[in-house]
């Protein structure tokens, strides 16, 4: 008898008999519902009553600052607010540029930072464990001490510019100035999360068979027409995963975005995220905010949709 | 037997002090809670509540948050009607939504039973933190920390010799504290990039900061300065032509300026906190920052004593500062309110309040303030009293969250970002406040 057979029969045993005698009596259907139950519930609670009940407000003129004052009901106004307003759209140009530059960077370091360390050489597993090390840290740990390398005078990155560029470490603002500080953050986040991208390229670039190369070999293809025609085609499921994950990430990037610039320069760097933040928790405008959630919330959930649809298409192929 | 008699004797004293207890141990029990912002007057306060728990055996629990967060954290906190605070020292400007939304407890009947004058304390203070509606006699707090905008700079830099010379020789006038905007402009580019002790150093510290309410709070002091008032005196909230009338585009102009030409590299997104480290560290000649910190500034070994002056907010047009300070309020979600408001008639007294200012909270009290004495305290003193004759705050109104987050935007649009000009900053800001208070009804 195997060990889990002999798990399950002893957990039988130690079942008390009413108990037993209960669950014999329901249906295997009725068993998953038991089991699916307390989860469901959970995420009726946190997951599907917020999302009814916001968009129940975001046809409201509720404020959460103000309890007593009356509900009144604002039809499509906040929505149409909230699409006509040129600050959300600025929100969204910032926005696009930061995920569209962020999964590029990421995508194409994260790839070749995996076929490098796919290869076997001498200290594998330390430079492995060392690329992985800015994914480990906390988004506020790292918005602090790029704060810091950051700083114009005691900057380490402005003297790094400096001694490549000759350029006086004091003489450009990376959070500062308004065409560098949306680079700042795209930087920032690339360095943090290329690591992620990595890992998920070397699970794709391990998961290809070695025959398979074995066979290219057999008939005399070329590295470049092996890495066209067998790595890239096979990982591509797995680089297609990753840009998924990191833009919906990126899409509502907050905490790093708001310790490095709070959205400035004025608000060069005011993404989505922190413009709903102002609007729900500073300004108080619950419904307006709501309208605005449920806008964004489409908006990724649309996009995610096409994107898996695009996804199941490459890995079917 | 001994054992016998032992046992005896100690249920004898639990009992006897079974019922003697609830008297004693029903204070002693009791422990409040008071919200504030984590700074140097906070742990002033905390020396003096020792007083307070001395005297009525009720203990003392602070609640300090970082100025950055604190409006986020203790108006989420009240909203959510939470019990963490029994008193709170709440920012001035949320008075108005804390009032209209019963966060804070009326203390009008209070006053009258415990005997507390409102005429006791600076007019300036009352009126700014304790009424709602403004200026009406309904009090929602007790003035508990006076402060205003004001400035600090280096006295031992300003002393110099040489400097003097080169400073007279290029303005014709002595190189000291600025009396107007104009020569504060002046002594800041002087300094800029300068040499002094064999150090790089810059102009000044301003307040730049995006998040919370830093930009608003520096450019209106030479707003104020330029005259500006937001709204029309005889027509509230009528705002065009006054709050983008010509002083204060001109004034929002000049402060640009400054920023651009006198503030160290990097002073994008600064504060309170970036100014004083910017000053503690020699970086910097002059710095704008509240009075609250000027009793930890003069007390610097670095900095502190013959190396630091104070000077008032200079004046352009009128003499004017930006109010800075706090009332304390009682929470109306507090289940210890009557302990609460012992604390509140405990802290009103004259005594306590000299003491306050003693261990460096600044006391609205005029058993302080008038004092003879006064001005002679501190260094700053002088400078406190000038600064809260002609103190002048950011809307207090129930939507001062929605109104502070489109200036800080606006002005840091044009400030830092470089957006537009100033007429077109402050054109929007109406706009952005025109509907506002159309939202709010207090506009057609």
């Known amino acids: 008898m195997d060990a889990p057979t002999q798990i399950a029969q002893r957990l039988a045993q130690a079942t008390p008999a009413p108990l037993r005698q209960r669950v014999r009596g329901l249906s295997d259907r009725a068993i998953a519902w038991l089991f699916i139950g307390p989860t469901m519930a959970l995420l009726l609670a946190i997951n599907i009553f917020p999302l009814i009940w916001t968009v129940w407000l975001s046809f409201t003129n509720y404020r959460a600052n103000r309890p007593n004052a009356e509900v009144m009901n604002r039809g499509i106004d906040n929505y149409v607010d909230v699409l006509t307003d040129p600050d959300i759209w600025a929100a969204m140009q910032a926005t696009a540029h930061f995920v569209f530059w962020t999964l590029l960077l990421q995508t194409l370091l994260g790839f070749a930072l995996a076929y490098l360390i796919d290869r076997k050489f001498r200290g594998h597993g330390f430079w492995t464990t060392v690329l992985l090390i800015p994914m480990m840290l906390s988004p506020a740990v790292v918005g602090n001490f790029w704060q810091f390398l950051y700083q114009p005078q005691i900057g380490l990155f402005n003297y790094a510019v400096s001694f490549v560029s000759g350029l006086p470490p004091s003489s450009f603002e990376m959070l500062g100035s308004v065409k560098l500080a949306p680079w700042a953050i795209v930087i920032v986040d690339t360095w943090m999360w290329t690591p992620y991208v990595m890992l998920i390229c070397l699970a794709g670039l391990r998961s290809i068979p070695d025959y398979i190369y074995e066979a290219a070999e057999v008939d005399r293809a070329s590295k470049w027409r092996q890495f066209w025609s067998i790595t890239l085609p096979m990982v591509l499921p797995f680089i297609m995963l990753a840009v998924l994950f990191r833009g919906i990430e990126n899409f509502k990037m907050f905490d790093m975005v708001n310790l490095l610039t709070s959205g400035g320069p004025g608000s060069t760097t005011e993404v989505a995220s922190i413009t709903l933040k102002r609007e729900a928790f500073e300004k108080w405008r619950t419904g307006y905010s709501s309208a605005f959630a449920i806008v964004l919330f489409v908006a990724v959930f649309g996009l995610a949709n096409i994107y898996v649809k695009a996804l199941n298409t490459v890995k079917n192929r | ?444």
């Not at chain 2, 302080?368 to 109104?397: C, I, R």
Request: glycine residues 8%.
């Open chain 2, 1 to 444: 037997m001994n054992l016998l008699l032992t046992v005896r004797h100690a249920l004898g004293a639990l009992a006897a002090a079974a019922v003697l207890a609830p008297a004693t141990t029903h204070a002693q029990d009791k422990t409040i809670t008071l919200c504030w912002a984590a700074w140097d007057p906070a742990n002033a306060l905390v020396e003096l509540s020792k007083d307070f728990t001395a005297k009525t055996k009720v203990k003392m629990k602070f609640e300090f948050v970082p100025w950055p967060n604190f409006a986020d954290r203790m108006l989420n906190e009240l909203n959510s009607k939470g019990k963490l605070c029994d008193l709170i020292i709440g920012d001035s400007q949320w008075i108005g939504g804390s009032a209209e939304n019963g966060h804070y407890v009326k203390l009008n009947e209070f006053f009258d039973k415990s005997g507390i004058k409102m005429s006791d304390f600076l007019p300036a203070t009352v009126y700014a933190y304790s009424t709602w509606p403004k200026g009406s006699p309904n009090y929602y707090a007790l003035p508990a920390m006076g402060d205003a905008l004001g400035w600090t700079y280096r006295r031992d830099w300003f002393a110099k010799p040489e400097l003097q010379a080169e400073f007279k020789k290029k303005h014709n006038r002595e190189l000291g504290p600025p009396k107007t905007w104009t020569e504060l402009k002046q002594v800041a580019e002087f300094f800029q990039g300068r040499q002094v002790d064999g150090k790089k150093v810059y102009g000044a510290a301003i307040f730049t900061e995006r998040g919370s309410e830093g930009i608003t709070m520096g450019a209106t002091a030479a707003m104020y300065a330029w005259g500006m008032t937001f709204d029309d005196p005889k027509k509230p909230y009528n705002m065009a032509g006054f709050t983008n009338g010509p002083a204060a585009v001109e004034a929002l102009e000049f402060y640009k300026s400054l920023y651009k030409c006198c503030t160290p590299p990097g002073y994008t997104n600064a504060y309170m906190q970036e100014g004083l480290d910017a000053f503690k560290s020699g970086q910097v000649a002059m710095q704008m920052n509240w009075f609250a910190f000027f009793p930890g500034l003069y007390k610097d070994e670095k900095v502190g004593g013959s190396k630091i002056g104070f000077f008032v907010n200079p004046r352009q047009k009128v003499a004017a500062s930006t109010l800075g300070g706090q009332g304390i309020s009682v929470v109306s979600y507090s289940p210890n309110k009557n302990e609460a408001l012992e604390y509140i008639k405990w802290f009103a007294q004259p005594d306590v309040q000299k003491k306050w200012y003693s261990l460096g909270g600044y006391s609205c009290h005029n058993a302080v303030l008038k004092d003879p004495g006064f001005a002679k305290t501190t260094p700053f003193a002088a400078d406190f009293l000038d600064a809260m004759g002609g103190v002048q705050d950011f809307w207090q109104e129930p939507a001062y969250a929605q109104l502070l987050l489109a200036m800080q935007k606006r002005v840091h649009d044009f400030v830092v970002a470089d957006k537009g000009t100033s007429k077109e900053a402050l054109d929007a800001l109406v706009a952005d406040w025109t509907k506002v208070f159309k939202e709010e009804g207090k506009l057609k």
